[in-house]
């Protein structure tokens, strides 16, 4: 979604889109139309007569007419149009913040994939097809790639918490915030253990073990020699995964960049993070002031 973002969010909210940008143009025509008619009541006779006579010219060549409130429209959409991507840099350790709307899959570096804590990959039976992993997943399959092998080979490596045979696929569960590192082609992946994989299919995570899910996130991470590059994540618990929403999507992203801030002080994580937001979460990110907020959350420690 890199380049098709701004096609993107007009499919999804071209009637927000359209009710916003035909308030904008109907305010500037309503403005023109006072600022002629105040024209013809001050302005000399002769002055307005050549008004006149420019009025008479676009009543005669009404495709010139057209074109300008064609023009007019097209500058009132992209006057409306909200903005999808807040960039903040810490002045001091270039250590770098992206919230964008993008597609996490077309970015470049690493991108992390949330999971269930078992790294389950029977989609439809376990996973949803609609949530992040399921897309992953799909993604695989569509490229005739067989991801099995490389998941059962490094959860070799991986120290596991729990075992509860009453699940419906893999058996071992591991803590949160447990990476698996996988190439898919020339592409770094890391799946994240995110959410509890229930007996009954469903998942959960508290708030709390949301905040140590990210904290124990970022520090595998840096262990999975990211620090020199770009860390993509998608919104945890946003659209991309099935889970119902505990607290807002900002409150989500907040935590996610006051964590970063914390593992990037210990030096324990990658430079430039880049926050991928879904086009459906576009309208509850408040884009033009996020760097203010994200600068503020730098300083700020986590709860």
């Known amino acids: ?25 109907f305010s500037w025509i309503f403005v023109i139309i006072t600022i002629i008619s105040s024209l013809f009541a001050f302005l000399p006779s002769k002055e307005v007569e050549q008004l006149r006579h420019l009025i008479d010219y676009f009543e005669e060549h009404l495709i010139v007419l057209v074109a300008l409130i064609m023009l007019l429209l097209l500058l009132s959409i992209i006057f409306t149009w909200p ?8 002045r001091n350790t270039h250590i770098q913040v992206i919230i964008e709307c993008c597609d996490i899959f077309r970015q470049q570096g690493m991108k992390v994939i949330h999971v269930v804590d078992t790294f389950d990959s029977d989609v439809n039976e376990i996973i949803s097809p609609h949530s992040l992993h399921g897309a992953f997943l799909k993604m695989c399959e569509e490229k005739k790639i067989d991801v099995d092998e490389q998941i059962e080979r490094g959860l ?21 915030g447990s990476t698996l590192p996988l190439q898919i082609e020339k592409e770094r992946y890391c799946w994240v ?43 945890l618990g946003n659209k991309f995964v099935d889970l119902p929403a505990e ?6 992203i907040d935590l996610m960049i006051q964590t970063f801030f914390a593992a990037v002080r210990e030096k324990a994580c990658c430079r430039t993070l880049r926050i991928c937001i879904h086009p459906d979460n576009v309208s509850e990110i408040d884009f033009e002031n996020y760097p203010i907020i994200m600068e503020h959350l730098a300083k700020r420690p986590v709860i």
């Open 83 to 90: 903005q999808t991507k807040s960039i903040y840099k810490d």
């Open 193 to 235: 253990a995110f959410t509890h994989l229930l007996p009954t299919g469903n998942i959960e995570i508290s708030k709390n073990e949301y905040i140590d899910c990210l904290k124990a996130m970022w520090r595998n991470l840096a262990k999975a020699r990211t620090r020199s590059e770009i860390i993509n994540v998608a919104v």
């Open 156 to 176: 070799k490596h991986l120290s596991s918490s729990a075992e509860d045979g009453t699940l419906p696929g893999r058996t071992k569960k591991y803590p949160l």
């Open 1 to 25: 979604m890199k380049h098709d973002t701004l096609f993107l969010y007009g499919v999804q909210h071209w009637r927000q889109l359209l009710l916003n940008s035909s308030r904008v143009f």
């Open 247 to 252: 607290f807002s999507t900002e409150q989500k």
